[in-house]
């Protein structure tokens, strides 16, 4: 995987049991989905993609299509296999996660933590402390690969960084509290 490249990937599935379609409401003329995107296009990488499975990839294709994402469909409860598919196809070396219904979304706090994370050579990254839905975390594509090939427990397929977590004794986890003149964004 390619060491320097950096993937931006945004989690998002329309069947939601509470709201289905959320990400595709609308939101200050356009939609949640196209919030998400927009802000995150703020950051520099070297791909951008919804990270999606089959039954909402054709909804998702044409306001992916605007902003300048790909569309990867993946397993509809395997998030983790998702994101590791995503870092193989576009050989990236660090991933931003970030989720579809997080309009408010930093693309200034998803710089400061890349830095961080990437000056640290860590696993996973992420701030404590930020305003919920403007954070995102980062992840080694190293370690992205080894949590999908040991990773069995359902909850740590479904949310792609459980595994890391529950095993920081193998994984180096940096979680900053976030500057406080970052907490008002």
Do not use: N, W
């Not at 995503?86 to 991933?95: Q, Y």
């Not at 930093?106 to 860590?122: P, Q």
Request: charged share 20%; hydrophobic share 50%; proline share 5%.
């Amino acid at each position: 995987m390619g060491i320097d490249r950096l993937g931006i990937f945004i989690q998002v599935r329309l069947g939601s049991q509470r709201l289905a379609a959320k990400a595709l409401l609308p939101l200050g003329g356009s939609t949640v989905i196209e919030q998400a995107m927009a802000a995150l296009r703020a950051v520099p990488a070297d791909c951008y993609a919804l990270l999606t499975d089959a039954s909402s990839a054709p909804a998702l294709a044409a306001p992916a299509g605007r902003h300048g994402y790909a569309v990867v469909v993946g397993p509809a409860e395997d998030v983790l296999a998702r994101y590791e598919a995503a870092a193989v196809r576009f050989a990236t070396g660090t991933v931003v996660r970030a989720t579809g219904d997080s309009p408010l979304v930093s693309a200034r706090l998803a710089r400061e933590i890349i830095g961080i994370h990437r000056a640290a050579d860590a696993d996973l990254s992420h701030y404590l402390g930020c305003p919920l839905g403007t954070g995102v975390e980062v992840i080694a594509a190293r370690a992205l690969a080894e949590a999908a090939r040991l990773a069995e427990d359902a909850a740590e397929r479904e949310h792609m960084s459980t595994y890391l977590y529950r095993h920081r004794d193998r994984f180096t986890v940096l979680e900053p509290a976030v500057p406080p003149e970052l907490t008002h964004l």
